[in-house]
């Protein structure tokens, strides 16, 4: 009977334990804002999540400006509260004329989005292929761009886009951005 009883002894511990961990992390994640790990479709795009096609502007919009001084467009906020996409926030680029690049860079182009307070928690890139090719040079064609989704539904979210405008390394970014961690362009 001495060995069935120790067993059992060891086994309470464990279950102890495990409940008192399960417990800490629960509150944890209630206590904590609600945050990119705790949502299944952080990082999609919106076409991808049922909701996201009801959205709205929230925050303010800044332009797109080069280096040189050449506006690029405008970038805005967007949101929703609807079904699976309800809390998530995403950036769309408006640019009003075409986005060049050199012939040897990189298919793609990206920007992020972290949180205000925090941009070292895990945050959300997107990555737009260049849809247009002019004497071997690639370009993004002038339209709207919309990044991948980020779960914050009770923090701020912020941008970042540092590319290049051009050939001749212009760079593109968000006007007053700022640099992290004291970004300023949020939602």
Not at 12 to 38: H, K, M
Not at 65 to 89: H, K, L, M, P
Not at 152 to 167: D, G, H, I, V, W
Request: glycine residues 8%; aromatic residues 12%.
């Amino acid at each position: 009977m001495v060995r069935e009883s120790t067993p059992a002894r060891r086994s309470i511990p464990a279950r102890g334990l495990f409940a008192a961990v399960l417990v800490v992390l629960a509150v944890l994640v209630v206590a904590s804002p609600a945050s990119a790990s705790v949502s299944k479709h952080h990082g999609k795009w919106a076409s991808q999540v049922a909701g996201c096609q009801s959205n709205f502007r929230i925050g303010k919009t800044a332009r797109l400006i080069a280096g040189n001084g050449a506006d690029y467009g405008w970038v805005e906020w967007r949101a929703s509260r609807t079904g699976a996409c309800a809390g998530y926030q995403w950036v769309r680029l408006h640019f009003t004329r075409n986005l060049g690049f050199t012939s040897n860079e990189p298919h793609y182009k990206s920007w992020q989005m972290q949180y205000k307070n925090r941009p070292w928690v895990r945050g959300a890139e997107s990555r737009h292929q260049y849809n247009l090719k002019v004497r071997g040079l690639r370009y993004f064609k002038a339209g709207d761009y919309n990044s991948r989704i980020f779960y914050a539904p009770s923090e701020k979210a912020c941008a970042t886009l540092e590319t290049y405008a051009n050939r001749r390394a212009v760079s593109l970014r968000i006007n007053g951005q700022g640099q992290l961690p004291k970004l300023k362009y949020c939602a």
